[in-house]
């Protein structure tokens, strides 16, 4: 069951907000007054589906992807503190877009919406094709390769922009290779990962360390652009 409270001038533009919130109507909710208001205080409205909390999850996600106008199937299987769902059908492809924009659109639409006044977190995890996980092995083989060619080449290695998860995966993929080290640099949406050789323990410390050992920089994938 998912419960919401919601505060407006009135009674009925809370309640409004509240099924809007959650895309249901009235059947499908039970509604309680908190608080009718008044000329100094809003008036507060507690929504409760009266569906599963399970149940409540397949709606939102199933709403967002008909406004999509995308025919898929669902299917949902619970996780540590919330649901994973899995989006199958021939218009699958579209719902995860390119790099997985659009399925993180639909993950981060689903945890903001179905969280909001909650006091234990629902964590909502979509995933359409089994991308998460291709997408993983993609990006620990391309940090392996790129860590090598650091290495060899004796050179800095910028990646393109990537998003907070996809730069955690490279980051802990080369916190186990004693021979680069990795750091983020620039601000959301561009910011990047640098793949940069150790210098032998000796050269640490002075000033031009990289210019003596021949160390460059060299960028990798899409150029970053600034908005």
């Given at each position: 069951?998912?419960?919401?409270?919601?505060?407006?001038?009135?009674?009925?533009?809370?309640?409004?907000?509240?099924?809007?919130?959650?895309?249901?109507?009235?059947?499908?909710?039970?509604?309680?007054?908190?608080?009718?208001?008044?000329?100094?205080?809003?008036?507060?409205?507690?929504?409760?589906?009266?569906?599963?909390?399970?149940?409540?999850?397949?709606?939102?996600?199933?709403?967002?992807?008909?406004?999509?106008?995308?025919?898929?199937?669902?299917?949902?299987?619970?996780?540590?503190?919330?649901?994973?769902?899995?989006?199958?059908?021939?218009?699958?492809?579209?719902?995860?877009?390119?790099?997985?924009?659009?399925?993180?659109?639909?993950q981060y639409l689903a945890q903001i919406s179905l969280n909001r006044d909650r006091e234990n977190y629902l964590k909502v995890a979509v995933d359409a094709e089994n991308y998460r996980a291709r997408r993983e092995d993609t990006l620990r083989d391309l940090a392996a390769r790129l860590a090598d060619r650091a290495v060899r080449d004796r050179v800095k290695v910028e990646l393109e922009p990537m998003n907070p998860h996809d730069r955690k995966i490279v980051h802990e993929m080369l916190s186990e290779d004693d021979r680069v080290t990795t750091f983020s640099t620039g601000t959301e949406p561009n910011r990047f990962i640098t793949i940069e050789p150790k210098l032998p323990e000796k050269v640490y410390g002075t000033q031009s360390a990289f210019r003596k050992h021949g160390i460059k920089t060299r960028s990798f994938g899409a150029k970053k652009r600034g908005f």
């Open positions: 069951m998912i419960v919401i409270e919601t505060h407006a001038k009135s009674v009925e533009e809370a309640k409004q907000q509240g099924l809007l919130q959650l895309g249901m109507d009235e059947t499908q909710v039970d509604i309680e007054i908190v608080n009718e208001g008044g000329e100094e205080e809003l008036a507060v409205v507690r929504l409760s589906t009266k569906w599963s909390e399970e149940d409540g999850v397949l709606d939102y996600v199933c709403g967002l992807l008909d406004r999509m106008d995308l025919d898929c199937s669902l299917d949902i299987e619970p996780i540590e503190s919330g649901y994973k769902v899995t989006i199958n059908g021939e218009d699958s492809n579209y719902a995860i877009g390119h790099r997985g924009e659009v399925l993180d659109a639909i």
